[in-house]
């Protein structure tokens, strides 16, 4: 393989298992946390399962870590035989994939900062009152957990980038560039 192909396969590698690490940690973070407050007489627990958008981040989530997961191993196995790849049909497949988790997990994110800033804001016009000012250590985990999704959604337009040239490369130009005038 030339210099530049095993520099593509190593940052892809590197940003597939950081996709799997970050999406595993903002899981663990999101799925573990809760706060109690006792209101007048009434115990109030807050989790992630009651605003519907973390749960889609959590599930956004979870299957990003095993995505990336199962295409680290393809890498890994992919660089040990030293093979690039020129399979057109392998090369969409996992365009389009990277392509859908990349889009899977900006929708995430962007469904769920706007619940957040709901939360930590309020919205007078609708007489939604600010939570995070009752679950401040809640609120404060899951921007933690949040962020964590955030990076790994980052990585994974990169990836995706990064699947888009190898498959369109597949389709490189059959003249000499040198010789034509275009």
């Not at 396969?9 to 903002?26: D, G, H, N």
């Not at 407050?37 to 299957?63: C, E, H, P, Q, W």
Request: aromatic residues 10%; contains cysteine; charged residues 20%.
């Amino acid at each position: 393989m030339k210099l530049n192909d095993r520099r593509l396969r190593l940052t892809e590698l590197l940003l597939r298992i950081s996709i799997s690490v970050l999406s595993l940690l903002a899981l663990i973070l999101i799925v573990t946390d809760s706060e109690v407050k006792l209101i007048f007489t009434i115990k109030k627990k807050a989790k992630y399962s009651d605003m519907k958008s973390v749960v889609f981040l959590v599930v956004a989530n979870g299957i990003a870590a095993v995505y990336s997961l199962l295409q680290s191993v393809r890498c890994v196995v992919g660089t040990m035989k030293g093979t690039v790849l020129f399979s057109k049909p392998l090369a969409w497949t996992i365009f389009s994939g990277d392509q859908a988790m990349a889009y899977l997990s900006v929708a995430a994110i962007a469904a769920t900062a706007e619940s957040g800033m709901i939360a930590r804001e309020g919205e007078e016009d609708l007489q939604w009152i600010k939570v995070c000012n009752m679950y401040g250590k809640f609120c404060n985990r899951m921007a933690i957990g949040v962020s964590s999704a955030l990076f790994a959604s980052i990585a994974m337009v990169f990836v995706s980038c990064i699947s888009a040239f190898s498959l369109f490369r597949l389709y490189g130009a059959t003249k000499d560039r040198r010789t034509s005038p275009w």
